[in-house]
C-alpha cells in the first residue's frame, strides 16, 4: 500500500494493489491519514507504507499474519469472538456492509472494493439480515392502513363499467 494525497482536495488515499494486478485508490479519513502520514515520515513517496521484517514491504502472507495474531489476541477481550474466524477478507466484509447499511450506493462500494460485477457485490447486500429486519420493520402496518381495492365500492364501480 502506498499513501497518496491530492492537494486540491486535501483528501488521503491509499494505493491498494489486489488480486490480479489491480491497483485501486481508497479514500483515507483525516485521522488515519496523519496516522500512516507519520508512520511514513522520512521515507520516499514511492515506499510501501506496510514493511515486514526485511524492510521490504509486506506481502498479502505477511498481513493475514498480522490480522489473525491481532484477533487472537482481541478474543482474549471478547468472548464472542471465540468461535470467528477472522482475517483481512473479514474486515473488507465488515467495511461493506458499514457502508451499505449508511446509505452508500451498492455501485460505489463495487467501485470501492473493486468488484467488476454488480453481482459480486450484491452478496453483501443480501447477507445483511440486521437491514432485512429493519426494511421489515418500516413495512410493518403499512399494509393494514391501506384500503385494499376490493373494498373500494367506487374503484368496483368504475372497473364494472369498463
Given amino acids: 500500500m502506498r499513501l497518496r494525497g491530492r492537494q486540491e482536495k486535501s483528501q488521503s488515499f491509499a494505493q ?73 477478507h473479514t474486515i473488507r466484509h465488515t467495511t461493506a456492509t458499514h457502508l451499505l447499511r449508511a446509505g452508500v450506493d451498492i455501485n460505489t462500494i463495487r467501485a470501492w472494493l473493486g468488484h467488476a460485477s454488480i453481482d459480486t457485490t450484491n452478496i453483501y447486500a443480501e447477507s445483511d439480515l440486521q437491514m432485512k429486519a429493519r426494511a421489515l420493520g418500516m413495512c410493518e402496518g403499512v399494509s393494514s392502513r391501506r384500503r385494499r381495492w376490493r373494498d373500494n365500492p367506487d374503484l368496483l364501480q368504475f372497473l364494472a363499467q369498463l
Fill in 16 to 88: 491498494l494493489h489486489g488480486k490480479g494486478n489491480k491497483v485501486r485508490l481508497c479514500p483515507l479519513w483525516a485521522s488515519t491519514a496523519a496516522v500512516l502520514k507519520e508512520l511514513i515520515r522520512g521515507r520516499g513517496e514511492e515506499e510501501r507504507v506496510f514493511l515486514g521484517r526485511s524492510a521490504r514491504a509486506m506481502t498479502r502472507f505477511g498481513v493475514h499474519n498480522v490480522v489473525t495474531r491481532c484477533a487472537r489476541k482481541a478474543r482474549d477481550n471478547h468472548p464472542g469472538l471465540r468461535n470467528k474466524r477472522i482475517g483481512p
